[in-house]
């Protein structure tokens, strides 16, 4: 089953607009999602990476910078880089206007090292404040990695709906379903508090009391059976 996230953009809900529901990927369809990004050039391959195992935004991803980088696979979250009508991509700070860190997973942290690697034979050196997400030393537009997904989405017969925000929304279902506080939750993907995420991301609740329910019914069953079995039982006695 894949879940919807049913919240409406403010961008939308302004306008007076419904805006479709955002499809969220189980795990299962992530994983083949997975296995297709690992096929690709490996610039594509950390990118989609890191949005599916930190929930960055777009305009954070392609912000960072190879001094963000620091041990135990800490990245700092600090700036956004995201294209404005008429001024062309501008850098800022980050949408909730807060620095942040997250911990990277160490494959995903390896894969990171094998690109600075590259970069470094490519560009005869490679600065602190280079964006790691450059070719021949200069910054990839924020579209490149959005049209980049949707071509592999619709060669690989991926749904429609997919797009690179779904990485970020399958991060938090996930994290939530698996036992992660919403607090942690929300600062890792840089939400100032938890209400955003609890009027987004409610579902993985949903789930965990339909769970419990299915925990009582597997109590309340065997003794309705036995109770049945004796009103059946009483009632042959009766009709003897």
């Given at each position: 089953?894949t879940?919807?996230?049913?919240?409406?953009?403010?961008?939308?809900?302004?306008?007076?607009?419904?805006?479709?529901?955002?499809?969220?990927?189980?795990?299962?369809?992530?994983q083949?999602?997975?296995?297709?990004?690992?096929?690709?050039?490996?610039?594509?391959?950390?990118?989609?990476?890191?949005?599916?195992?930190?929930?960055?935004?777009?305009?954070e991803?392609?912000?960072?910078?190879?001094?963000?980088?620091?041990?135990?696979?800490?990245?700092?979250?600090?700036?956004?880089?995201?294209?404005?009508?008429?001024?062309?991509?501008?850098?800022?700070?980050?949408?909730?206007?807060?620095?942040?860190?997250?911990?990277?997973?160490?494959?995903v942290?390896?894969?990171?090292?094998?690109?600075?690697?590259?970069?470094?034979?490519?560009?005869?050196?490679?600065?602190?404040?280079?964006l790691?997400?450059?070719?021949?030393?200069?910054?990839i537009?924020?579209?490149?990695?959005?049209?980049?997904?949707?071509?592999?989405?619709?060669?690989?017969?991926?749904?429609?709906?997919?797009?690179?925000?779904?990485m970020?929304?399958?991060?938090?279902?996930?994290?939530l379903?698996?036992g992660?506080?919403?607090q942690?939750?929300?600062?890792?993907?840089?939400?100032?508090?938890?209400?955003?995420?609890?009027?987004?991301?409610?579902?993985?609740?949903?789930?965990?009391?339909?769970?419990?329910a299915?925990?009582?019914?597997?109590?309340?069953?065997?003794?309705?059976?036995i109770?049945?079995?004796?009103?059946?039982?009483?009632?042959?006695?009766?009709?003897?």
């Amino acid at each position: 089953m894949t879940y919807c996230c049913t919240t409406q953009p403010a961008a939308w809900t302004s306008c007076g607009w419904n805006a479709p529901p955002q499809c969220i990927p189980q795990a299962w369809e992530m994983q083949k999602l997975l296995q297709c990004i690992l096929q690709e050039p490996l610039l594509y391959r950390v990118y989609y990476l890191l949005a599916l195992s930190t929930g960055l935004r777009r305009g954070e991803l392609c912000a960072l910078r190879w001094r963000d980088l620091h041990g135990g696979n800490q990245l700092l979250i600090q700036h956004s880089r995201s294209t404005v009508v008429g001024k062309g991509v501008i850098e800022s700070d980050t949408k909730s206007h807060r620095t942040r860190v997250v911990v990277l997973p160490q494959v995903v942290y390896d894969y990171l090292g094998e690109l600075l690697f590259n970069q470094i034979v490519e560009n005869n050196g490679v600065c602190p404040d280079d964006l790691i997400f450059a070719k021949n030393g200069k910054p990839i537009h924020p579209d490149t990695f959005s049209r980049h997904l949707r071509r592999l989405c619709d060669k690989d017969a991926f749904p429609k709906d997919y797009h690179l925000h779904t990485m970020r929304h399958f991060f938090a279902t996930y994290l939530l379903e698996n036992g992660t506080s919403k607090q942690v939750t929300a600062d890792l993907l840089g939400h100032a508090d938890t209400a955003f995420l609890e009027r987004t991301y409610c579902h993985p609740q949903d789930t965990c009391k339909e769970q419990a329910a299915g925990l009582l019914d597997t109590m309340l069953q065997p003794a309705d059976a036995i109770a049945w079995e004796c009103e059946q039982k009483m009632l042959e006695a009766g009709n003897q």
